[in-house]
């Protein structure tokens, strides 16, 4: 090749790449952030897009490492009523967040060098309506379910990526943790009926990842018991008792059984659910007195109302599954003691930073986000929308998925209470498909990192040794290389 082929070859690609990085909308550029002093590692964009009388607000990371080619990863916090920021501010986002100095002031922004944009372009979507930043003119629509929740994620998608079309060629993954257990399944099924039926433009869909997911009640439901054992948080006396008074169904409504699950409730009452191992934040302005913190939600108690003074943590409400709640016709129950506690309050976790940050006037308006008297307080998680739980247990959908060739890598932070190991390691095995990888460590950095099995048709279940329910928050190396392995189609 003679030099002025190859630079005509090296200008062509140039611009192709100048054209690429500009085809993005250039009113939805982030050109600042307050409380960051630097160059973006990459482009940030953000906005709305219109669904009907819903806006939906995103947050776009483009890929530091190759963004033409890297896959394109829709986030999605838990709830129903968590905001994606979640993730954002604290598990994989592109900064870590140091609290400002004096109290009170702003953060201070600091790159964060396990961010999951260093392998991937990522969507940070606050959802359904009426979540973070995203609202709806029209507030009966924050009457809700996962049904209509899929069903406009999708619409979303289909405008994003008109929006974005540079990289509607990227392969594209969904990735959630907690509720977004059944957020994803759902979703990509509705992506998958849009490929099928020709939905433009063409999405190319390749498969999901699932952190610490809700899945199945009766799976989720009987984890928990099985996990406090295992963990030496009850007795050999204590699981006995639960064992032979519920016949392994912890579910069970009868009277003796409920006693001895009793036992289990007070016995974990002052842990923290999210990590057992990690120790607990006491809003100082709370009522929560002095003995633990009493942090057990409902979802932990029996069935109906208890008259027990149990403070729901905000973040137990936003991003979990009730285990034992009552759900009547289908409608997960919006906690009372949220009408009693500012939402902000949380206990075992300390959501200032995020919560400053964010209802800042000026941060609001460096991301394109709407002023607060259009889109309310941001709140890490919402009690303004009512959520029917619709779509029954994730497993159908799981298997349907998986069995036309999407892969799927669920994985669990081996400490969460919350949305325990045992009951995700329970409902993969439960598919019945064969095991292509036995049970074997998994290493990071020269270390066990945790375990994983893997399965037929393309699902892993992996775990992370150590983590809580939000696994990037608790070990950001070790996730963000399990992550990026699984992406790039590599051993973990």
Known sequence: MDNNMYSFISFCMLLLFSTFIEAAPNDSLITHLPGFNGDFPS?????????????????????????????????????????????????????????????????????NPYSWSKVSNIIYLDSPAGVGFSY?????????????????THAFLL??????PE?????????????????????????????????????????????????????DGNALVPFTHRMALISDDIFQGVESSCGKNYSNPSKICDENIEKVYEAISDLNIYDILEPCYHDPTS????????????????????????????????????????VKDGIVPLWPELAQTNSRDV????????????????????????????????????????????????IPYHKTLTLQGYRALIYSGDHDMCV???????????????????WRSWMSNGQVSGYLQGYDHDITFLTIKGAGHTVPEYKPMEALDFYSRWLDHKPI
Not at 52 to 63: A, D, H, P, T
Not at 179 to 190: F, H, K, M, N, Q
Not at 422 to 428: C, R
């Open 167 to 219: 990289f509607v060629s990227n392969p594209f993954y969904i990735a959630g943790e907690s509720y977004a257990g059944i957020y994803v399944p759902t979703l990509s099924s509705e992506v998958v009926k849009g490929i099928k039926v020709g939905a433009k433009p063409t999405i190319n869909f390749k498969g999901y990842m699932v952190g610490n997911g809700v899945c199945d009640p009766v799976f």
């Open 287 to 326: 009522q929560l007195g002095s003995k633990g913190n009493k942090s057990l939600p409902v979802s932990f108690q029996q069935l109906g109302a208890t008259s027990k003074p149990l403070p729901v943590r905000t973040r137990m409400f936003g991003r979990a599954w009730p285990f034992r709640a009552p």
């Open 347 to 394: 206990p075992c976790f300390n959501d200032e930073v995020a919560t400053l940050w964010l209802n800042d006037a000026k941060v609001r308006q460096a991301i394109h986000a709407q002023p607060e008297n259009v889109s309310g307080t941001w709140e890490l998680c919402t009690d303004r929308i009512s959520y029917n739980h619709d779509a029954g247990s994730m």
């Open 43 to 111: 482009k940030h964009y953000s906005g709305y897009v219109s669904i009907g009388k819903k806006n939906l607000f995103y947050y776009f990371v483009v890929s530091e490492r190759n963004p033409g080619k890297d896959p394109v990863v829709l986030w999605l916090n838990g709830g129903p009523g968590c905001s994606s920021f979640d993730g954002f501010v604290y598990e994989h986002g592109p900064f870590n967040f140091q609290e400002g100095s004096p109290k009170g002031s702003l953060p201070t922004l600091h790159l």
């Open 136 to 152: 709806s003119w029209n507030i009966s629509e924050y009457i809700t379910g996962d049904h209509k929740t899929a069903t406009d």
């Open 159 to 164: 405008k994003w990526f008109g929006l974005y």
């Open 420 to 438: 325990p190991y045992t009951g995700t390691q329970a409902w993969t095995r439960s598919l019945g498909y064969k095991t292509i990888i036995p």
